[in-house]
């Protein structure tokens, strides 16, 4: 710096700070200075930087990708000369540092050539030839010094790294999203593989960088912005897909074992991989399942406003309804399958979110002019939530995973899949009449559709709870006949203090014989229940000697 003269020359600048960077790598073969290796190959990064930023021009391409060449080498083989050829094992300094030798080298090579035009071949060659070069290395300190597996694997992982760039770049896909994903993964390996915690502990960090590169560049730039756009096949989708199999990859290498973590790191580390991956997934899916309803609506036309843009939007949230409450539940039968009690959590946590966006959004379509009865969207989607909360019921009731803690959520689950099912048949008869009061002007017609929707209410909420008396007592669930009684007490309140006040003569009749004859039956069924069980009690007294 204090030979500057504030006048470009590349050439005597860059010959000059390439002898200082020789005369570091011979001094690496007597000492282990590693302290000079990383200050040296600091100086060099700010001093290429600094000239880049101030004198580089297109037409110094070429010259000046020979000496980032030059660099690049010098401080590739410093492991080389500190532990392959005096036989001496290597540090987790020594890959870290290789590291960012390759990625300093390849992302400065690559702006260069972006810059210059060169936007897919020559940048693809050229990280194909690094991930030979690397090759190249682990021959070397396989051949050499074949204990030393850090260093071993760590050129592999860096060789595959470098040749998955390159295949990336030859696709047009986000290779920067690619290459974290891949060097985490490749680092997890390492780590796992030669017993070193470092390599696995900057995994998680590189994992990282990874998923917020892909949420912050990849998902925002890749949006449907017109044109064409087909979901899971575009540039956005396939980074996601390696981002996820890289860290599928690093949760199925976790929970296969390796040297030197404990089951604590372990298993945290497999959870928190897997949570990253299917949180991925389920965020590109409803990504692209959005911006597929948003290119239909481009097609057609659809003004924001517009009947046919409300029937679109219908389907959109419904579709996304299905697939979150279809994806939870199925990471929750794996969860319990596998006994991956993350998965489990993380399935019930997505079906709590559907069921809240059910109930906000789906619901608002309830009373839709094009539903109809039973065969619509809004009704499917709590159908579906339904569903999915007695299958993961009956799969804790019958997984015997999880302790008695975590098996107390099935009565949780039973009571939100009956109330769900009352809310969706409730909806389903208000929607009806609902819907006929659009288009009328009537008034006396509007309040026989008002008087006839609180009457198929109070029908609905009394067939319900009798049909969860018989329920109960089929199945001996004590759970199911409280709610049955719950529920025909809210009946009975309803057509007592709503319906009586507000329905015609008529209504009201038909309103409290229905009731009537269904706590007649109720009242039945328990006398009966109650007789029996009093004969069970006196055989038995007899039965006693």
């Known amino acids: 710096m204090l030979l500057s003269t504030g006048v470009d020359n590349e050439i005597a600048l860059f010959t000059y700070v390439s002898l200082l960077d020789a005369g570091v790598l011979a001094v690496a073969y007597f000492k282990r200075w590693r302290s000079l290796d990383f200050l040296s190959f600091a100086a060099t990064v700010l001093t290429t930087l600094g000239w880049a930023a101030t004198f580089y021009r297109r037409e110094k391409l070429w010259t000046t990708l020979v ?44 702006l260069l050539l972006a810059d210059a035009g060169y936007e897919r071949v020559t940048p693809a060659s050229l990280s194909l030839l690094v991930s030979a070069y690397f090759a190249g290395l682990f021959y070397a300190a396989w051949s050499r010094c074949r204990e030393d597996r850090l260093l071993a694997y760590g050129y592999v992982g ?23 994903a891949v060097e985490g993964l490749m680092l997890t390996w390492v780590g796992l593989s030669s017993g070193e915690s470092a390599p696995r502990h900057a995994a998680l960090a590189v994992y990282g960088v990874a998923v917020l590169h892909w949420l912050a560049w990849d998902a925002p730039d890749f949006a449907f912005a017109g044109g064409d756009f087909v979901p899971l096949l575009n540039q956005r989708a ?30 945290a580390a497999a959870a928190l991989c897997s949570l990253a991956a299917n949180a991925l997934a389920i965020v590109l899916l409803t990504l692209d399942l959005s911006d597929y309803f948003e290119r239909r609506k481009a097609l057609a036309g659809v ?54 966006k059910v109930l906000v959004l789906d619901f608002t379509f309830y009373a839709a002019p094009w539903h109809v009865p039973v065969l619509n969207q809004t009704f499917m989607a ?9 299958l993961a019921a009956r799969l804790y009731a019958r997984g015997g995973v999880g302790g008695e803690e975590e098996r107390a959520v099935v009565p949780a689950l039973v009571v939100v899949a009956n109330v769900l099912a009352v809310v969706a048949l409730s909806a389903e008869a208000a929607g009806y009449f609902d819907a006929g009061r659009v288009s009328l002007t009537d008034t006396g017609r509007l309040r026989d559709l008002g008087l006839a929707k609180q009457l198929s209410l109070s029908v609905v909420w009394a067939l319900y709870g009798a049909g969860l008396l018989v329920a109960g007592r089929v199945r001996r669930v004590r759970l199911l006949r409280v709610m049955s009684l719950a529920l ?36 039945y069924l328990y006398q009966r229940s109650q007789q029996r069980a009093a004969a ?3 055989f038995g007294a007899e039965a006693r000697p």
Do not use: M
Not at 80 to 106: C, E, G, I, K
Not at 328 to 346: E, K
Not at 382 to 390: D, G, I, P, Q
Not at 489 to 512: C, G, H, N, P, Q
């Open 238 to 267: 396939l980074s996601c897909a390696v981002l996820v199999g890289a860290l599928a990859g690093g949760a199925w290498l976790y929970r296969r074992g390796g040297e030197g973590p404990g089951e604590r790191e372990r298993s």
């Open 488 to 523: 025909l007490s809210l009946t009975t309140l309803k057509v007592f203090f709503w319906d009586l006040s507000s329905l015609d003569r008529a209504y009201r009749i038909v309103s409290f014989v229905v009731l009537g004859a269904i706590l007649l039956a109720v009242s």
């Open 382 to 390: 709590f159908a579906l939530l339904v569903a999915a909360y007695a």
């Open 303 to 356: 003004q924001a406003a517009g009947f046919a843009s409300d029937r679109l939007e219908n389907a959109r949230q419904f579709s996304l309804s299905a697939l979150w409450t279809i994806y939870g539940v199925t990471l929750l039968a794996y969860g319990v399958r596998r006994g991956f009690r993350a998965l489990r959590h993380a399935g019930l946590a997505l079906l709590l979110v559907a069921t809240i």
């Open 158 to 180: 860096l060789g595959v790294t470098f040749f998955t760039v390159a295949a990336a770049i030859q696709l047009d896909l986000q290779w920067v999203t690619v290459a974290w």
């Open 67 to 110: 000496f980032l060449t030059v660099f690049f080498v010098l401080y590739s083989l410093l492991a080389v000369f500190h532990n392959v050829v005096p036989r001496r094992r290597s540090r987790w300094f020594d890959v870290a540092l290789a590291s960012a030798n390759a990625a300093f080298y390849f992302s400065l090579s690559y």
């Open 536 to 538: 069970e009690e006196s």
